[in-house]
């Protein structure tokens, strides 16, 4: 009964985690086999019997007799009149079978074992909470806030999973208190170290798309495919969908009447502007499509350098630039294409690239991501306007105007 009573010691803890009886007893056996080769210098020659039914665990250690004075190997041998004192008819070559008492270990022993016994429990746990999490990466979660820290903010789940959602991980305009219901999706699980680190995000693409397919029924149900998602995080998203069924109409579907199947994702999104276009496999159209509100003129297109030279008329320009740049930058990822915005009827222009010589490119590249690609582009803005719209400072702008200008006055 020492064996028994000292399990139920180790063992008491063993309610409050996920964790049956017949897993505690294989990693008790681990544990004690770990402090028996410690102790005895190997555990090969011993027999852990365990009784989950009762809870209890007997160890046997086998040793074989020898003729007194002869012991090489105290662990594995023992002498004849050893061997005689526990049976009195036990013969040379014959082997021996005792029971070790878990107290026979030591105290300091077993206060390593019950260490032990936790710390596997604890990986035990762990490796469970991975594997668990692992499973649903790319899924829609919902936890509490727990904490709320500068970098990030710590939620945990109705099981006190900790589960970790990063700024750089959460739409601009999320407020957090303690004790709100948090969605976004599983982004990532690693082990670092021995403990799952689960990371949330709500600023991913995926996070939108999981949001159709739990509030739109025919993206559930398979009849609506999200083909690709693009988001600028609670500003702008555009989402292409299509339907193999003709008599659906997936925009429409999607959007649902004045915007009430919708209405609930942009809330969630912290009012992202959601643009659903039906996805086509015309390039001409889809690129079309990919630009609305803007009306597009015509297109030219290079397969090759994957790029896109849209004809609008000027009044179209900034709807298809949008707020920020917003609008073609999204366009662009949505449809795999570089879009160049030319204004109909306008005399010929020189792209920006080309004054790379005189021009840096991180300035170049600035004025891009308001979707000014060529020079006329930028020279038809004003000054104050481009300040605002980009990170330059007025003398760069300025001086980039300076030399644009000189391009027509030759």
């Excluded at 709500?202 to 690709?228: H, Y």
Aim: include cysteine; proline fraction near 3%.
């Amino acid at each position: 009964m020492e064996n028994l009573a000292l399990i139920d010691s180790f063992s008491e803890f063993k309610d409050d985690k996920l964790i049956d009886r017949v897993t505690l007893m294989a990693i008790l056996e681990d544990v004690f086999r770990n402090a028996l080769k410690k102790k005895y210098g190997s555990d090969d020659n011993f027999d852990i019997i365990i009784n989950p039914d009762k809870g209890d665990l007997e160890i046997w250690r086998n040793r074989i007799v020898v003729a007194d004075g002869e012991v090489e190997d105290e662990n594995e041998e023992i002498s004849l009149s050893a061997a005689r004192k526990i049976e009195p008819d036990f013969e040379i070559g014959e082997d021996v079978s005792e029971e070790v008492k878990l107290i026979d270990l030591g105290r300091r022993s077993i206060l390593a074992l019950r260490q032990n016994l936790i710390s596997k429990i604890h990986e035990h746990d762990n490796t469970n909470i991975y594997k668990q999490f692992k499973e649903l990466e790319g899924e829609i979660y919902t936890a509490e806030v727990h904490h709320i820290r500068h970098r990030a903010v710590i939620l945990l789940d109705d099981d006190g999973n900790e589960i970790i959602l990063p700024k750089d991980k959460q739409i601009p305009s999320d407020f957090f208190r303690k004790g709100d219901n948090v969605r976004g999706i599983i982004e990532s699980v690693e082990l670092k170290g021995n403990k799952p680190t689960i990371l949330m995000s709500r600023a991913s693409p995926l996070f939108l798309e999981k949001l159709f397919e739990q509030e739109i029924p025919e993206v559930f149900d398979g009849l609506i495919t999200v083909k690709k998602v693009v988001r600028i995080p609670g500003e702008k998203a555009k989402v292409a969908v299509d339907s193999y069924d003709d008599r659906i109409d997936p925009v429409g579907a999607c959007v649902g009447m004045k915007g009430s199947r919708i209405h609930g994702i942009v809330r969630e999104l912290g009012n992202e502007n959601i643009d659903v276009i039906n996805y086509t496999n015309n390039l001409n159209l889809f690129i079309t499509r990919a630009l609305s509100p803007a009306k597009v003129t015509s297109i030219k297109i290079d397969e090759v350098k994957k790029r896109a030279e849209v004809i609008l008329k000027p009044e179209e320009v900034s709807k298809a630039i949008g707020r920020g740049g917003h609008n073609i930058r999204l366009a662009g990822q949505l449809t795999g294409y570089e879009i160049d915005v030319l204004r109909e009827g306008a005399e010929e222009d020189v792209e920006l690239r080309e004054f790379s010589d005189e021009i840096e490119e991180w300035i170049i590249a600035e004025f891009h991501k308001i979707g000014l690609d060529t020079a006329k582009s930028v020279l038809e803005h004003d000054i104050n306007d481009l300040v605002k719209r980009t990170d330059l400072e007025e003398e760069t702008i300025q001086e980039v105007i300076n030399i644009l200008r000189e391009e027509f006055e030759e």
